[in-house]
C-alpha cells in the first residue's frame, strides 16, 4: 500500500515539475524573443535589470534548473534531491514575492526613471553627429514611428530639429511635414505597464504551480523516509 502511494505520489510529483519545467522554457524562449526583437534598450538605462523581458528570462531559466532537480529527485527517489529541490523551489517563491512587492512600492520611482532615460536619450540624439550614438538614434526612430508619438512630451522637445521619424505620412513629405503630436513618454509606459501585467499574470499562475509541487514533494519525502529509501 504504501509503495503503491510513493509510485502514485512520484508519478505526481513529476508530472507537474516537467509541466513547470515546460512552462518556465516556454517563458524563456519568450523573453529571448522579446530581447531580440525589443527597441528601447538603449533609451532606458536606469532600471534595465527588470525589463519585462529580463525579468523574464532570468526567473525561467532559474525554474527551469530547479524543475529539472525536482524532476531528478522524484525519478529515483532520491530524498537529498528533494530537499535540495524544495529549499531551492521555496526561496525562489519568496524572491518572486519579494519582487512582486517591490514593483508595487516602486512603481512611481519607475515612472520617475523612466521620463529621465527618456530626455537625456532625446537631448543626446540632438546634440550628437550623424555617426554617434547610432543605435540610440535608431531606436529612438523606431519608438517614435511605432507608436505614433514624437518627443518625450511632444513635438516642441526637439526645438524645432524635429526627425523624420515623427512625420505622420510614410514618406514624409519634406515641404508640408506633419507630426505626431503626442509625446512618446505616455505611450511607453502605457506599453510597458501591459507587458508587466501579462508578466505578473504568468509569474501567478507559475507561483500556483510551484506551490502545488512544493505541497506534494513533502508527502513523497515523508514516505520515502519511512520506508528508508532515497539515499542508495
Not at 17 to 22: A, G, K, S, T
Not at 83 to 99: D, P, Q
Not at 194 to 210: D, E
Request: glycine share 6%; with cysteine; net charge neutral.
Amino acid at each position: 500500500m504504501k509503495r503503491s502511494c510513493v509510485k502514485h505520489l512520484k508519478t505526481l510529483v513529476i508530472s507537474l515539475n516537467f509541466l513547470c519545467w515546460l512552462c518556465a522554457a516556454f517563458t524563456v524562449a519568450l523573453g529571448e524573443f522579446q530581447m531580440i526583437n525589443s527597441k528601447f534598450s538603449s533609451l532606458i538605462t536606469t532600471f534595465w535589470p527588470i525589463f519585462p523581458a529580463n525579468t523574464v528570462v532570468a526567473t525561467g531559466t532559474i525554474i527551469c534548473c530547479v524543475c529539472y532537480l525536482g524532476v531528478m529527485g522524484a525519478m529515483k527517489e532520491n530524498r537529498c534531491m528533494l530537499v535540495n529541490f524544495f529549499v531551492l523551489l521555496f526561496i525562489l517563491m519568496l524572491v518572486e514575492l519579494a519582487m512582486a512587492c517591490v514593483f508595487l512600492v516602486y512603481s512611481r520611482e519607475i515612472h520617475t526613471y523612466f521620463e529621465e532615460d527618456l530626455t537625456r536619450s532625446l537631448e543626446i540624439y540632438r546634440e550628437s553627429g550623424s555617426e554617434i550614438n547610432t543605435t540610440l538614434k535608431e531606436d529612438f526612430d523606431a519608438v517614435q514611428h511605432l507608436f505614433r508619438c514624437c518627443g518625450v512630451h511632444g513635438v516642441a522637445d526637439w526645438k524645432g530639429d524635429v526627425p523624420i521619424s515623427c512625420c505622420r505620412k510614410d514618406p514624409c513629405d519634406l515641404f508640408t511635414r506633419t507630426y505626431w503630436e503626442e509625446g512618446c513618454l505616455v505611450k511607453l509606459r502605457d506599453w510597458f505597464s501591459g507587458n508587466y501585467r501579462s508578466t505578473g499574470a504568468g509569474v501567478a499562475a507559475m507561483f500556483i504551480l510551484q506551490f502545488i509541487c512544493l505541497s506534494i514533494t513533502v508527502p513523497l519525502f515523508c514516505l520515502l523516509s519511512r520506508q528508508g529509501l532515497g539515499y542508495k
